[in-house]
């Protein structure tokens, strides 16, 4: 029962969406703007970096504060912060009055590591930095960050069923970034660049798009 308490309050916690509220108040359904994401991401390509980071910042503190949460509240469960963490992704990426298509999980991830220790945190958050402004991609973070961590908790915490959960939900987060990988690939997703200029990397964005469809028209 306490598990299935766990599971609940992390599942409703992290499906309370920022960015969808944030896009509603706009009259926008983010999820078919931009890069179609009901992330904190897609709302800083929408509505502008305040906007984005105040998403991000929500994001990262109510993960945070659940499993905290949880963690105080049952201190001598286990596996109470990998369920929680688990949770409370899942229920970010996968809200049900959302048709289970919310965001892609990476401030949640980040409140996650953040809430288990703040140490990991920065170092993990330095060696994304480089990852990030070595490829342009923010994809990448989420992918790496996410297997990085669940391997991380396993090794301190020797804790190897926890460190599955958290690999387990890794996946999922790399699963959902099919789409990013397919779009690197053919040259249209946005690069980190986007944020200090917009304009010449949408240009690039359109040149890729129509070069795009000539070849799918010629196949």
């Known amino acids: 029962m306490s598990y299935l308490f766990c599971i609940s309050v992390g599942y409703l916690v992290g499906m309370i969406n920022p960015s969808y509220i944030l896009g509603k108040y706009h009259g926008v359904d983010v999820r078919r703007e931009g890069s179609r994401n009901a992330g904190a991401s897609n709302v800083l390509i929408l509505f502008g970096k305040?906007?984005?980071?105040?998403?991000?910042?929500?994001?990262?503190?109510?993960?945070?504060?659940?499993?905290?949460?949880?963690?105080?509240?049952?201190?001598?469960?286990?596996y109470v912060f990998p369920v929680t963490a688990a949770a409370c992704i899942l229920g970010h990426i996968f809200p049900f009055y959302l048709k289970f298509k919310g965001g892609k999980g990476l401030a949640c991830l980040?409140?996650?590591?953040?809430?288990?220790?703040?140490?990991?945190?920065?170092?993990?958050?330095?060696?994304?930095?480089?990852?990030?402004?070595?490829?342009?991609?923010?994809?990448?973070?989420?992918?790496?960050?996410s297997l990085a961590f669940s391997a991380i908790y396993g090794v301190m915490r020797q804790d190897l069923l926890g460190a599955l959960i958290l690999f387990c939900v890794a996946v999922i987060i790399c699963f959902k970034h099919r789409e990013n990988v397919d779009r690197i690939r053919?040259?249209?997703?946005?690069?980190?660049?986007?944020?200090?200029?917009?304009?010449?990397?949408?240009?690039?964005?359109?040149?890729?798009?129509?070069?795009?469809?000539?070849?799918?028209?010629?196949?």
């Open 186 to 219: 053919q040259g249209t997703e946005l690069r980190l660049r986007y944020l200090w200029n917009r304009d010449g990397e949408e240009e690039r964005l359109k040149a890729n798009l129509i070069d795009e469809q000539k070849k799918r028209t010629k196949r």
């Open 110 to 145: 980040g409140g996650v590591i953040l809430a288990f220790d703040w140490r990991v945190f920065f170092i993990l958050l330095l060696f994304e930095a480089v990852v990030v402004f070595s490829t342009q991609y923010l994809c990448f973070v989420s992918m790496t960050a």
């Open 50 to 78: 305040v906007s984005g980071f105040l998403c991000a910042v929500f994001d990262i503190a109510k993960a945070a504060l659940v499993v905290r949460f949880t963690s105080g509240l049952f201190p001598g469960l286990i």
